[in-house]
């Protein structure tokens, strides 16, 4: 069974930081590739970032580019997002997610799914 555990999550005023973490047990955690998503109140999951299995390709959504940074370390099973310069459209539930084979870029083809952590970004 594999299991993502997301954490990190919290109040923070505009500006400033926070440091996800998503940790994975249960199988090979390089062989996949891995995603942070998220989704605000009312509105659609959406993409926010993308790690290769090797970590050497990142993706991300045009708005955090520049103050959101992906990084993996395979010997600890753990996927990482910091988040800069944070701003009340931040604020959603933060979902990191596991893809195997291709298809990184699309959402419902990801194979597990942690519980969330919330970022709420005071204005």
């Known amino acids: 069974q594999v299991q993502l555990v997301e954490s990190g999550g919290g109040l923070v005023q505009a500006g400033g930081s926070l440091r996800l973490s998503c940790a994975v047990s249960?199988?090979?955690?390089?062989?996949?590739?891995m995603g942070w998503f998220r989704q605000a109140p009312g509105k659609e999951r959406e993409f926010v970032a993308i790690i290769s299995r090797d970590g050497y390709m990142k993706y991300y959504r045009d708005s955090v580019k520049g103050r959101f940074t992906i990084s993996r370390d395979n010997a600890k099973n753990t996927v990482y997002l910091q988040m800069n310069s944070l701003t009340f459209e931040d604020t959603a539930v933060y979902y990191c997610?596991?893809?195997?084979?291709?298809?990184?870029?699309?959402?419902?083809?990801?194979?597990?799914w942690g519980q969330g952590t919330q970022v709420t970004v005071s204005s």
């Open positions: 249960g199988s090979t955690f390089s062989s996949y590739a």
């Open positions: 997610a596991a893809k195997s084979g291709p298809g990184i870029f699309v959402q419902n083809e990801y194979d597990y």
